[in-house]
């Protein structure tokens, strides 16, 4: 099946600068979209979604914005803080729950430096 | 509210066995996926059950395998086991007209 990428697999910033993170999709008939976190030893935590008749919803630090026209997914973080240190995986599916369910993307490791 | 539980949390077995993954949904939830999460391979979808009946597998040999029970409970069955099943082994429930996942915290399968 398509699959979801990201384009950077390791992320480095300084804590308090804002951080973005970002994701291709691939298959245009997705219509709902997620971003969840990761922490070692833990199952993903949802963070935020957005489904495809937005191109912005925020959250409390958190903004995803979604370009259908170049099937990209971005999410961004303020004023980054060193618990939000994770994996962040954003995920593409249909609003019906979808027969594959949800399609991940490979992850990104935010890292946060002092 | 108790979220998605799975057990056990680690589980080590030898190549050729076979391993019983189970996952406990939010109460509520009728929808179960498990999902196989390899190092480096992100989130590989393996099976979505709802309402008792399996509704859809992903791109997995037929060695993976499982049910869901009346309570909604599920559970993974993984025969002869390969070297390569070594895998954080994820759970994930939602509810209709919900379309987030809530997932468990995995359970951590090695084989050796």
């Known amino acids: 099946g398509e699959s979801v990428g990201l384009h950077l697999p390791t992320l480095s910033v300084q804590e308090g600068d804002n951080s973005i993170i970002n994701c291709a999709y691939s298959?245009?008939?997705?219509?709902?979209f997620i971003w969840y976190k990761q922490e070692s030893g833990k199952g993903p935590q949802f963070i935020i979604d957005?489904?495809?008749?937005?191109d912005k919803r925020q959250g409390q630090r958190v903004t995803v914005l979604l370009n259908k026209t170049v099937k990209h997914l971005s999410l961004q973080i303020a004023a980054t803080q060193p618990g939000d240190s994770a994996v962040y995986f954003c995920?593409?599916?249909?609003?019906?729950?979808?027969?594959?369910?949800?399609?991940f993307g490979k992850g990104t490791h935010l890292i946060i430096q002092p | 509210e108790a979220g998605v539980t799975q057990s056990p949390t680690h589980l080590i077995k030898t190549r050729g066995q076979q391993a019983t993954l189970r996952c406990s949904p939010i109460?509520?939830?009728?929808?179960v996926y498990w999902y196989q999460q390899a190092l480096g391979l992100g989130l590989q979808f393996l099976l979505w059950?709802?309402?008792?009946?399996?509704?859809n597998r992903g791109n997995f040999p037929p060695r993976f395998s499982g049910r869901q029970f009346p309570n909604y409970s599920s559970e993974l069955n993984v025969n002869a086991l390969e070297l390569e099943d070594s895998a954080l082994y994820l759970c994930?429930?939602?509810?209709?007209?919900?379309?987030?996942?809530?997932f468990g915290s995995g359970t951590r399968l090695t084989v050796v």
């Open positions: 994930a429930s939602r509810t209709r007209g919900v379309y987030g996942y809530t």
């Open positions: 298959n245009s008939a997705s219509d709902y």
């Open positions: 957005i489904r495809s008749n937005m």
């Open positions: 995920a593409e599916g249909d609003s019906g729950g979808g027969a594959d369910g949800l399609t």
């Open positions: 109460s509520g939830h009728t929808s």
């Open positions: 059950y709802d309402e008792g009946e399996e509704r």
